[in-house]
């Protein structure tokens, strides 16, 4: 926590590919190029995924309840970019 409203969280890459692959490269094949998680808060995970997708995001993972207890469901942006979704 890094003040009352506001969680930073750091996954390692091996971590993290564990959640993204086969959808995505391993993320040490894409040093060099610009690349990030966004990880939201939201009421809905399902329903905010779904959303995305619907605006052209594409689907990484449908809604599960992760390791660390979070419910969580990922998609990726247009540019590749990881957003996650979470409860």
Same mark, same amino acid.
């Given at each position: 926590?890094?003040n &009352? +409203?506001?969680?930073?969280? #750091?996954?390692?890459?091996?971590?993290i590919?564990? *959640?993204?692959?086969?959808?995505?490269k391993?993320?040490?094949?894409?040093?060099?190029?610009?690349?990030?998680?966004?990880?939201?808060?939201v &009421? +809905?995970?399902?329903?905010? #995924?779904?959303?995305?997708?619907?605006?052209?995001? *594409?689907?990484?993972?449908k809604?599960?309840?992760?390791?660390?207890?979070?419910?969580?469901?990922?998609?990726?942006?247009?540019?590749g970019h990881?957003?996650?979704?979470?409860?």
């Amino acid at each position: 926590m890094l003040n &009352e +409203n506001f969680k930073l969280g #750091l996954t390692p890459e091996n971590g993290i590919a564990k *959640i993204i692959r086969p959808t995505t490269k391993h993320p040490p094949l894409g040093n060099g190029v610009p690349r990030c998680e966004i990880y939201l808060i939201v &009421e +809905n995970p399902e329903q905010s #995924l779904e959303n995305a997708v619907k605006e052209e995001a *594409i689907e990484i993972s449908k809604v599960s309840t992760r390791d660390w207890e979070d419910i969580v469901s990922y998609c990726s942006d247009l540019d590749g970019h990881i957003i996650a979704f979470a409860k």
